[in-house]
């Protein structure tokens, strides 16, 4: 059975599996690499390891082959240029006092183009800049604008929970988060905890949302009458992971109850009085 290795592009970026093929790797080693932008070089960082057994079916890209010396050697000139003109353009920035944040530079590694992404509040007029890079490095040069949740998955970093940015390490697409999300988890609405590197709702919290709607369902809200085998109480507090209610006793105290413990109540004296209401006809009587 083909084995499969992690292959990083970039230093500190993703790392993205590959199966070896009939090549036998090692960590370390330089191997070309087919992507969807064209040929690449990749270093392997995790040695060789069996397909997960819960998903024998993964579709993944082969090694084409170990690199050569000289594809190696332009790989390494490669990425000094992609300093330079990081260097060179944030310079041309400053002088123009263009209002833009340069976030990375990336090069072919044919040679084809360079891609320079940067973050903006607004449309931004590079065309000098542009000028300026092509007459200086005499290649074609793409300018890309990203957003501030791509700029956090191109730089990564650890999150509040200590562990590497979702984002850069297993994220394909950026999902919507909206508050409501938070509030269905009963999570504080403090911005500093809910919200991740890049200033934008933290991606975790739709994780498991659809799992906390799914059980709020079952459970009464806050406020609504249920009766406990310890009596009629009023629910003051859910606990959706252990799918439990807090309710206090008309009798006074306080307990816990499971979802299959408890049974509606005859709900508020405003319901009451609701429900004993005649319906509204339809249609008015001729005057």
């Avoid at 191109?154 to 590497?164: A, D, E, I, K, Y």
């Avoid at 369902?217 to 606990?239: A, C, W, Y």
């Amino acid at each position: 059975m083909s084995k499969i290795v992690g292959v990083q592009f970039r230093n500190r970026g993703k790392i993205y599996d590959f199966s070896c093929g009939h090549f036998v790797l090692k960590k370390g080693d330089k191997v070309m690499v087919v992507t969807e932008n064209g040929p690449a070089i990749g270093c392997v960082c995790t040695e060789p390891r069996n397909r997960p057994e819960d998903n024998p079916k993964q579709k993944l890209k082969k090694i084409f082959r170990l690199a050569k010396a000289e594809e190696i050697d332009s790989y390494e000139k490669g990425c000094n240029m992609e300093r330079e003109v990081y260097e060179y353009c944030l310079l041309k920035v400053r002088e123009r006092s263009l209002p833009m944040r340069l976030v990375s530079v990336e090069r072919r590694f044919d040679g084809s183009k360079v891609i320079i992404y940067f973050t903006a509040d607004g449309r931004v007029d590079f065309r000098q800049l542009v000028k300026d890079l092509v007459g200086r490095f005499r290649t074609r040069i793409e300018m890309r604008q990203i957003g501030v949740r791509h700029q956090a998955k191109m730089v990564g970093g650890l999150g509040s929970c200590g562990r590497p940015l979702c984002c850069s390490g297993f994220l394909n697409s950026f999902d919507p988060v909206t508050i409501k999300m938070a509030k269905k988890q009963n999570i504080s609405l403090n911005p500093s905890k809910i919200s991740g590197m890049c200033g934008r709702l933290m991606c975790c919290l739709s994780f498991e949302y659809e799992h906390y709607a799914k059980i709020k369902k079952k459970l009464p809200k806050i406020g609504k009458k249920v009766i406990t085998k310890s009596g009629e109480g009023k629910v003051i507090r859910q606990n959706i992971l252990k799918e439990t209610l807090t309710v206090a006793l008309d009798s006074g105290g306080e307990v816990e109850v499971q979802v299959n413990e408890f049974s509606r109540g005859g709900g508020s004296s405003r319901e009451k009085a609701r429900s004993k209401k005649p319906p509204r006809s339809r249609f008015k009587g001729k005057r």
